[in-house]
Antibody, heavy 118, light 111 residues
């Protein structure tokens, strides 16, 4: 059974940092693109970043470039998102998403809630 | 960025009746490899998203055949042949042919 389990979400003050993790199982992690997608409370889905299978390439949505860093550890089947200089508008559920080349397969995690507030 | 526009925003449905959701992109979604990376995603209340359809018309494993995706270029449609109670939720189209991948605003399907 495929599982993507996010962790690390919590309440953090504006300007603070947080590191999210996503533990993957049930599929060959190293062959999948990995990404983070977020959803603000009551809002739609927003792409955050993705990372290539071997970790050699990362892409970020402009509004998160320079503040967020995506990384992965294929030996541990894990994905990470380092978030710095957090703002109130970063408050959201952050989902881990895995997809294969040509998007033939796709898996979503259950999400972890990040709240940025003083 | 490509803009994905869904309609309607809200879709009241009757159990057993068909339903249709439209998605329009601001640019053609035909990718350089010839594929069109347009997916449909369902999010039931209180749940994480789940993909139903990939590359316009391919159903994911376990997705009932009452869900059908169609379209080409910039115009796409998700049809539910006979709505069931478990279909309540928000449906998003998503394009992955251009960076960044992005989603339509969602269509809320309610009985």
């Amino acid at each position: 059974e495929v599982q993507l389990v996010e962790s690390g979400g919590q309440l953090v003050q504006p300007g603070g940092s947080l590191r999210l993790s996503c533990a993957a199982s049930g599929f060959t992690f190293s062959t999948y693109w990995m990404s983070w997608v977020r959803q603000a409370p009551g809002k739609g889905l927003e792409w955050v970043a993705n990372i290539q299978q071997d970790g050699s390439k990362e892409h970020y949505v402009d509004s998160m470039k320079g503040r967020f860093t995506i990384s992965r550890d294929n030996a541990k089947n894990s994905l990470f998102l380092q978030m710095n200089s957090l703002r109130a508008e970063d408050t959201a559920v952050y989902y881990c998403l895995a997809y294969s080349d040509a998007w033939t397969s796709e898996y979503w995690g259950q999400g972890t809630l990040v709240t940025v507030s003083s | 960025d490509v803009v994905m526009t869904q309609s309607p925003l809200s879709l009241p449905v009757t159990l057993g009746q068909p339903a249709s959701i439209s998605c329009r992109s601001s640019q053609s979604l035909v990718y350089s490899d010839g594929n069109t990376y347009l997916n449909w995603i369902q999010q039931r209340p209180g749940q994480s998203p789940r993909r139903l359809i990939y590359r316009v018309s391919n159903r994911d494993s376990g997705v009932p055949d009452r869900f059908t995706g169609s379209g080409s270029g910039t115009d796409f449609t998700l049809k539910i042949s006979r709505v069931e109670a478990e279909d309540v939720g928000v449906y998003y189209c998503m394009q992955a042919s251009h960076w960044p991948p992005n989603f339509g605003g969602g269509t809320k399907v309610e009985i």
